[in-house]
Nanobody
């Protein structure tokens, strides 16, 4: 069973930065993509960023140019560097892993972490 454990969330002022980490364990040979989704109160879960095993990233439109995803296959880990954070980035951020490319259809994702809260104050 794949397990994903996030860390690095917290409270930051607008314009600040945070780095999220996610460590994976279990049957990771079946996993192709890892990445991050987020869900704000009253909103649907949305893709933040994903990265393939070969390092090819894809980003949600709202974070392009501000967030950077990276992956360490040797450590089964994925990271999200978040810069120029804004109050609208406030959400619970979930690590995700899947046999296929991560996209907008969050309901089809194979594995989830427990989530980490990111709060951006104005």
């Amino acid at each position: 069973q794949v397990q994903l454990v996030e860390s690095g969330g917290g409270l930051v002022q607008a314009g600040g930065s945070l780095r999220l980490s996610c460590a994976g364990s279990g049957l990771l040979l079946s996993i192709s993509s890892m990445g991050w989704y987020r869900q704000a109160p009253g909103k649907q879960r949305e893709l933040v960023a994903g990265v393939s095993s070969g390092g090819m990233p894809n980003y949600g439109d709202s974070v392009k140019g501000r967030f950077t995803i990276s992956r360490d296959n040797a450590k089964n880990a994925v990271y999200l560097q978040m810069n120029s954070l804004q109050p609208e980035d406030t959400a619970v951020y979930y690590c995700a892993a899947d046999r296929f490319r991560l996209g907008s259809s969050w309901s089809e994702v194979d594995y989830w972490g427990q989530g980490t809260q990111v709060t951006v104050s104005s």
